[in-house]
């Protein structure tokens, strides 16, 4: 994947990355965001519809192996599972299409975003910054938020702790322009929900959980049974927003069904592949192209400079 050269978007990318770490720390080799993750792998089987929205190769095979990363928020890599800052929860897939070919989705457990540009995240990010516990009120980031109604609104979405990577839905939020055979157009928001079925925790039971809970259950989980997603596409009717990931679209938007994402085992040598994958919010395949949403290409210039420093760490 290409880096772009346009200098203020490195340099955007660049400040971002630094304020994760100002605020996390840094982790040499560690994501800065997202930081404690495991891998999975398997295959994803297209829905008998998919291949009439999008004609993007993982739609029309009988099946496609995928490779999945599940995180908790924040650059803290032993961030306990149970901390309410590891919401929401993040889901990488790779969909495996060839030799050095892939297609991802990166997406996350909440429906929405505080920010509709990098600029304002990097506001949002410095303003938390300057928030320590003891600031006086109003702090940098109550008055971010009393002045940005969407970053309110994600602030205060509930985000409450998954019995199970398993249990957890996802959404990509970002939209996509899916181009089928004839060249007709849909742009879509992907969702990614548990075939066992949502189960969050309440507070109570979250603080009675072990700091890994997530982690060692996922990895039995998949030892004893294979886990499984449905992948969807939530349908943007014509009037709809496509380029800003704070804006919700109609709640009876249709939704359809695009396949199952199966996972069946862990992925070997776990620390050494996530050192080395770098997820891309841009699908780069033929029949799925981004939408004009600016957070699409200021996050693939971020996690590709992120994951180049992480791989020469
Ligand atoms: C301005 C907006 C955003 C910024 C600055 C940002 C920043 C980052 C950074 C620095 C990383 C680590 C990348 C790496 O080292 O490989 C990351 C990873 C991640 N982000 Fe974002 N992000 C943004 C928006 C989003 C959105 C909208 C979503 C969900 C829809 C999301 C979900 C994720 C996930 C799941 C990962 C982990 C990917 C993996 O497993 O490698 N991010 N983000």
Known sequence: MPLPNDEKLIALSEALIEKFQAIFGAYPGIRPAHAKGILLKGEFTPAAGASTL???????????????????????????????????????????????????????????????????????????????????????????????????????????APVSFATEGYFGVTAMEFLNAEGASQFIRYQISPEAGLDHLNDEATKAKEANYLFDEIATRVKSAPIAFKVKAQLAGVAEVVDDATIHWAADSKIVDLGSITLTSLVEDDAAEQKHTIFDPIPRVDGIEPSNDPLLELRAAIYLISGRRRRSA
């Open 54 to 160: 999008s004609r993007a190769p993982h739609f029309a095979s009988a099946s496609t192996p995928v490779t999945v990363r599940f995180s908790n928020s924040t650059g803290v890599p032993l961030i306990p599972d149970n901390d309410p800052n590891a919401n929401p929860r993040g889901i990488a897939v790779r969909f495996h299409l060839g030799e050095r070919v892939h297609t991802d989705i990166v997406a996350h457990s909440t429906d929405g975003f505080p920010t509709h540009t990098g600029e304002e995240f990097l506001e949002f990010l410095q303003a938390i910054a300057a928030s320590a516990p003891g600031t006086p009120s109003p702090t940098p980031v109550e008055a971010f938020v009393g002045s940005h109604p969407a970053a309110l609104a994600f602030v205060q979405t509930p985000k409450p």
